[in-house]
Nanobody, 115 residues
Framework: QVQLVESGGGLVQPGGSLRLSCTASGFLFSGAYMGWYRQAPGKQRDLVAGIWSSGSTNYADSVGGRFTISRDNAKNMVYLQMNNLKPEDTAVYSC?????????WGQGTQVAVSS
C-alpha cells in the first residue's frame, strides 16, 4: 500500500532553517507528482510546494524564495528545505503524492517557529 513517512520537524527560532524529508513506498515514485502541504490550527490544509516527475516545481506565494522542494528518485524521497522561517510557518507539514490511484498524504510532522 501507499506509505508516506515524514521526518525532520521540530522547534526553531524565527530566521532559522529546517529540512523535512519524506520516504515514499508502495507506488512508482519516479512518475508521481509529490508535494508538501501544511495545516495550521484552525486553518485549512494548503499546498506549500510541489514537484513533478520532470523536476518542475511550484510554490505557494507565501514561501517562494524561502522554501525549496527536491526529490531523489533513486531513494524514493522528497525533501523540503525551509529557510528564513517565520512564526506564520508554524503548522503540521504533510507529504503528498498524486498518482493514478489517487491522492495520498502522510501523517505529518510538526514545525513550530517561535522565539
Amino acid at each position: 500500500q501507499v506509505q508516506l513517512v515524514e521526518s525532520g520537524g521540530g522547534l526553531v527560532q524565527p530566521g532559522g532553517s529546517l529540512r523535512l524529508s519524506c520516504t515514499a513506498s508502495g507506488f512508482l515514485f519516479s512518475g508521481a507528482y509529490m508535494g508538501w502541504y501544511r495545516q495550521a490550527p484552525g486553518k485549512q490544509r494548503d499546498l506549500v510546494a510541489g514537484i513533478w516527475s520532470s523536476g518542475s516545481t511550484n510554490y505557494a506565494d507565501s514561501v517562494g524564495g524561502r522554501f525549496t522542494i527536491s526529490r531523489d528518485n533513486a531513494k524514493n524521497m522528497v525533501y523540503l528545505q525551509m529557510n528564513n522561517l517565520k512564526p506564520e510557518d508554524t503548522a503540521v507539514y504533510s507529504c503528498y503524492a498524486n498518482i493514478f490511484k489517487g491522492s495520498y498524504w502522510g501523517q505529518g510532522t510538526q514545525v513550530a517557529v517561535s522565539s
